[in-house]
DNA sequence: TGTATTTGACCCGA
DNA sequence: TCGGGTCAAATACA
């Protein structure tokens, strides 16, 4: 993200990417920091390292405040090969509740579920399946009355071990050319990717910090060069595989070849990892801190190396 | 043998 | 009542 913006862009918008840009600077020096620390288990930088991470988030919580009041609807704007179709609803805080109410009864559960009403979710329409850079498991299939194709459901893989509720389901729209939507209901409370902020902080000699915070995509368009993706690979569980694609890119055969990871440098997986997510979620209102958050998440624009060419 | 996928059944919301 | 979403047994696969 750069520090200059159009005149005609309004003022509660560069108030809000300069927020952004402040974010940039506090997570650099966090990096500073921690590259400092690194190596030695000294303990007493911790202290200094919270202190930025709340201002990083304060940072990214004002940016969201004001760009929620400003009638912001660029996300046509970003969104280039991907984009956000929609976004809807809130967090339910009573979603785990009835989870794990659901889960505790007779042995045949079969059908015996509580349906969410208005999880969050948020679509995107691609021309290939694109890696997200979670790990899903296929949990359904279903006809859909006049579509074309069976739409697939999928639910995170740590939905039982870390009552992650995360779920997505795909159908493909198009035949030819193909296109693909996919809904991504709820968001991931799950810790997939554990190392990634010392990936990110590893990520690159060159200031790239702004991957992670300045939603800027010009340094990662390359990821086979990037680092972050070769140290990324190494992090992550292995049920990532689900979305490999068989006979696509060198990528794909250099990441099942390795390590059978595949990821995916999803915006969501930056935010989340570092919990970002879930503390601005609690800081603002869900709604708005829902809508925002997939602004943000999508304004980034990815090229979807890591592709299917048609479902599994 | 353990794990992932398939598939039919079942329930909920519109 | 119907369609969509989810469950879980059965099956496939590594």
């Not at 303990?43 to 991470?53: F, H, R, S, T």
Request: proline share 4%; charged share 25%.
């Amino acid at each position: 993200m750069e520090s200059t913006w159009p005149e005609s862009l309004p003022s509660s918008k560069k108030k809000a990417i300069e927020e952004l840009v402040q974010g940039r600077d506090i997570a650099n020096q966090l990096r500073s920091l921690l590259n400092k620390s690194a190596g030695d288990d000294n303990n007493n930088k911790a202290a200094p390292a919270e202190d930025l991470v709340l201002r990083i988030l304060k940072s990214f919580t004002n940016s969201l405040l004001i760009l929620n009041n400003a009638e912001s609807d660029e996300v046509s704007q970003i969104q280039a090969n991907t984009h956000v179709t929609s976004w809807n609803g809130g967090p339910k805080s009573s979603e785990s509740s009835e989870e794990t109410s659901r889960s505790t009864t007779h042995k045949d559960r079969r059908g015996c579920y509580k349906r969410r009403k208005t999880a969050q979710s948020w679509t995107k329409e691609t021309p290939n399946l694109t890696d997200d850079g979670y790990a899903w498991r296929k949990y359904g299939q279903k006809v859909i009355l006049n579509a074309k194709f069976p739409r697939h459901y999928y639910r995170c893989t740590h939905k039982h071990d870390q009552g992650c509720l995360a779920t997505k389901h795909v159908q493909r729209i198009h035949d030819d050319p193909p296109k693909y939507r996919s809904t991504y209901i709820g968001h991931h409370t799950c810790r997939n990717f554990l190392k990634v902020p010392e990936l990110f902080l590893d990520s690159s000699p060159s200031s790239d910090s702004s991957v992670l915070l300045s939603f800027d995509n010009s340094t990662i368009t390359n990821k086979q060069d990037n680092p972050f993706f070769t140290s990324f690979q190494s992090s992550i569980k292995q049920e990532c595989k689900e979305e490999i694609p068989s006979d696509h890119n060198d990528i794909a055969h250099i990441q099942s070849s390795s390590s059978d990871y595949l990821v995916s440098p999803d915006r969501t997986v930056a935010f989340e990892s570092l919990g970002l997510i879930s503390v601005l979620s609690s800081t603002l209102d869900s709604d708005n801190g829902d809508v925002i958050s997939g602004d943000l998440m999508d304004s980034v624009d990815f090229n979807d190396d890591f592709l299917i060419d048609d479902f599994p």
